[in-house]
């Protein structure tokens, strides 16, 4: 499919791709993903199709994925604490950021972890990770204690390769492609290789993550642009001013600087090419 073969993907020798499965058509690689890491596949486990009949975005919204587009799932059981997981998704945006560099596109991150060039979306990145409650064994004199441990990480890219806007069935001024960026096709293989190797080095460095969002800062189109937020039925409206140690974007309101975990914000101009809406 698209030049890409479980062989030439396995005879790319990353880690994050030690079992492979390529599929010509599947529901959702996430789904796929999830089922086998809940049978105990190992880290580094890839699924990709060349077409998802359901894929699924953030929010629980429909992900359209014809052909031509690189759509994968990735399997991760890192080893580290729970408490890291919030930082997968825009570790992962920085690393996907720089995999479109290399290959010449300059994408920017519109929080949390949007690819975008000049406005317009061209990768999605969804991150679902799957915590287990380990029973620990009682201490002396306390009852029985539960730990929570991150069992697996499912990470979706979904990337706009081979295509054109149009084929996605979305107004083309809200979508890009690697081809309508390029001109031309991207080898998918080389694509795949950037990719999973900036992953690699970013996820290595998750507990630097004051060091991963150095990197997201130069790297996104949403810090010093005003916003628009839903949030608890509310319209929050501000200027995306920084973020906190942990990715939270501050918000800078007339009622005073809010911290938003997680949220869609629309951006109220686009830094990426100052256009206003
Ligand atoms: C977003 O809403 O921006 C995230 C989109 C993630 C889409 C990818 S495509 C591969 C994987 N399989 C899915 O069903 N979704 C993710």
New binding site residues.
Partial sequence: MNGLSPEAIEGLRSPLARVVEVHEALD????RARELARAGTPHGTLVVAEV?T?????LG?R?G?PKGGL???LVLRPGFDVGLAARITQTAAVGVAKALWEIGVEARIKWPN?LLVDGRKIC???AESSIENVPVAAKRVRPASVDRRLDFVVL???MNANLDPADLEVPDREVATIRSELSRDADVLDLLRALLSNLETELARIEDFGGVLQDWRTLNCTLGERVRVQRFGETLEGRAADLSPEGALLLETSRGTIELFEGEIEQLRRNCDGDFL
Wanted: proline share 0%; net charge positive.
């Fill in positions: 959702s690689t996430q789904a998802q359901g894929g699924r975005g953030r919204r992900w994925s759509w994968m799932s949007d999605g990145i969804l979706g890219v979904g």
